[in-house]
């Protein structure tokens, strides 16, 4: 799949293995571009050695209803990898209304009302649409999203970057984040990490089983390796990289490589 090195002011200077860093410049994310068969999917390595900013996605709901089409993103995040202190923001300590929302936004407080988590290795969360989210400094992270472009800004601790108050404050909940859109998730081992409405993610270890072939059945799918190497046709696909498989009988695992799946769903 086609790979993009993106600039961000909060990437880093030194990419971890196997990615190559370039001199001079701060990469925060590498993205793998949808593919044809899989428009709608995007992933992405994000690496993180300052805030983003604090910012909202809306829902295709939303987006339809505003005349820009589908544009909606939820998303995910896997951590790999955390330096102590590492944290996310994500959704607030309590409820607050739009008008609280837009005077800490302008204050910079919105950062202190955010719910901060703290984050290792293996955390898995889910980020629906309209929920406030930062991710913090230290970070390293596989995300899976829709493929979507649309990002309001409501604080960017005073980067000269474009805000998008009136925006993200129409979609924005001010509202906790559910704990049970967080997990833990082991380096090895099978897990359902996402299962709609938009799409599914799972991490399997080794060959998969009747079950997970059932679910993924003759519909391509992505295929994003942890541990080990996986396999799709005469392709190999190691960690850094992500693969498209025609279909999940394709995809040839050892037994003790750990692969993340990630596949639209048919309606979302």
Excluded at 26 to 41: C, K, S
Excluded at 87 to 108: C, N, P
Excluded at 143 to 158: A, H, P
Excluded at 211 to 221: E, F, H, S, T
Aim: charge should be negative; charged fraction near 20%.
């Amino acid at each position: 799949m086609p790979v993009r090195a993106v600039e961000k002011p909060w990437g880093v200077d030194r990419l971890p293995a196997p990615f190559v860093s370039r001199a001079g410049s701060r990469i925060g994310e590498i993205w793998f571009e949808p593919p044809a068969q899989l428009p709608d999917l995007l992933v992405k390595y994000i690496f993180t050695s300052e805030a983003l900013s604090v910012q909202v996605h809306p829902s295709d709901a939303q987006t339809l209803a505003a005349g820009l089409g589908r544009q909606g993103k939820e998303e995910c995040w896997l951590i790999v990898d955390a330096q102590p202190g590492a944290v996310l923001g994500i959704g607030f300590r309590e409820v607050f209304s739009v008008e609280q929302l837009r005077e800490a936004a302008l204050d910079g407080s919105i950062e202190a009302l955010l719910e901060w988590h703290p984050v290792q290795a293996g955390d898995f969360f889910y980020i629906p649409a309209n929920t406030v989210h930062a991710i913090g400094a230290g970070v390293s992270l596989i995300e899976v999203q829709q493929n979507s472009d649309i990002t309001y800004r409501l604080y960017d601790y005073g980067r000269p970057r474009e805000l998008h108050l009136d925006e993200g404050l129409a979609v924005a909940m001010g509202a906790a984040y559910p704990a049970r859109l967080h997990q833990k998730v082991p380096d090895q081992g099978n897990a359902t990490l996402v299962e709609g409405p938009l799409f599914r993610l799972d991490q399997i270890t080794g060959p998969a089983g009747d079950a997970v072939m059932a679910r993924y059945g003759q519909r391509p799918l992505l295929v994003i390796p942890r541990h080990g190497t996986a396999r799709i046709g005469g392709d190999t696909i190691v960690p850094g990289g992500c693969g498209i498989a025609p279909a999940l009988d394709t995809v040839t695992l050892d037994a003790g490589t750990t692969c993340l799946l990630a596949q639209p769903l048919a309606g979302g």
